[in-house]
């Protein structure tokens, strides 16, 4: 499976979120988004959860986050499970199920968390790791926050490429 390459545009989609309305990369217009493969049952996934949580109220207005599930019919990641930690965690950004899994065949996405960082034209500018450390917040290297600041201020991300840390994503088949 290909994996989007930076500057690469986007494919698009919509996708259900766990309330039934629909959403996309293109419910920030003319704004970067940072569409994260995301999970329920994951501790890397839970590790980081806050922290996305606070990127995504710390952006509002200058940028998105969309969470995408696209674990095939896991137990625990199921629209009911997924529901249930969205209320848990009071997310501020939508959290999606990818069903059919084809958003993330389209992006090549192998573990959650993974982000796909898409400038305002929808062009891939940050893949990886939230941070450098799911484990302890104060020591980590923010990338995707300095990946978000350098695209706001109309610069490319450094580093623009990390190596992502989590479970794998779990494909159907």
């Known amino acids: ?12 989609f919509s996708l259900p979120d766990v309330d039934g ?21 994951c501790p890397y996934v839970v590790a980081w959860e806050d922290r996305l ?10 940028a998105g986050l969309l969470a995408v599930n696209s674990n095939g019919g896991y137990l625990g990641d199921g629209p009911d499970e997924m529901r249930a930690r969205a209320e848990d965690k009071g997310f501020v950004f939508p959290f999606v199920r990818d ?7 389209d992006y090549g996405a192998a573990r959650t968390p993974e982000v796909f960082l898409l400038d305002a034209e929808r062009r891939l500018v940050y893949h990886g790791a ?21 695209v706001l201020a109309g610069g490319a ?10 479970c794998s994503v779990k494909y159907a088949g």
């Not at 499976?1 to 698009?12: F, K, Q, S």
């Not at 939230?130 to 350098?150: K, M, T, V």
């Not at 991300?157 to 989590?166: F, I, L, Q, S």
């Open 1 to 12: 499976m290909a994996r989007l390459a930076l500057g690469d545009p986007a494919p698009g």
């Open 21 to 41: 309305g629909d959403h996309s990369p293109d419910d920030w217009p003319g704004q970067p988004v940072a569409v994260v493969f995301s999970c329920v049952h």
């Open 53 to 62: 949580n606070a990127i995504a109220r710390d952006y509002e207005g200058r």
């Open 99 to 105: 069903a059919s899994q084809e958003v993330a065949r």
């Open 130 to 150: 939230p941070d450098s450390d799911y484990a302890n917040e104060a020591d980590a290297d923010p990338w995707l926050r300095r990946a978000l600041d350098a």
């Open 157 to 166: 991300p450094d580093p623009a490429e990390t190596a992502p840390v989590g």
